[in-house]
């Protein structure tokens, strides 16, 4: 696990990837629009570890994104795939030693698949400091 820059007591685990799970994302919510042409949905599994003193609620899901060769980042918020099966909750308040798992999707560009990193941007940085993790 790995504590990323300004994450408050929270450290950040990529555990797994499903790297082609648009059909997947299709079947769990019939009413999940397919990707656009050219791309296809990305789904990476992660754990949320929290070491801080009160209970609280992980950084939000927005400082998490997907960069691959072609340096174009993939968001939650931009590049959603809609519902997903064990979606990962970002409002679950967690103590202090416990964590959370669950599942990110993005619709990624089929060409940077293979080459794609898990980018943690920190908020508020002024030196824009980053921290990026391998997708098995």
């Known amino acids: 696990m790995i504590r990323p820059p300004d994450g ?3 450290k950040l685990k990529v555990n797994k990837s499903i790297p082609n799970a648009t059909r997947a994302v299709l079947r769990w ?9 050219g791309n296809q949905f ?12 009160e209970p ?10 997907v960069v691959g060769r072609s340096n174009v980042p993939s968001t939650v918020t931009d590049d959603s795939c809609g519902g997903i099966p064990g979606q990962l909750h970002f409002r679950t308040r967690v103590r202090t030693g ?4 669950g599942n990110m999707c993005f619709s990624v560009r089929k060409t940077d698949v293979r080459s794609l990193l898990l980018m943690y941007q920190a908020a508020f940085s002024t030196d824009n400091r980053q921290v990026f993790f391998k997708v098995h």
């Open 98 to 101: 416990g964590s959370i798992s």
């Open 56 to 65: 609280t609620s992980p950084f939000p899901p927005t400082r998490i994104s």
């Open 8 to 10: 408050q007591g929270w």
């Open 29 to 37: 919510n019939k009413f999940n629009p397919p990707p656009r042409a």
């Open 42 to 53: 990305f789904i990476v599994n992660i754990t949320l570890a929290y070491s801080g003193k």
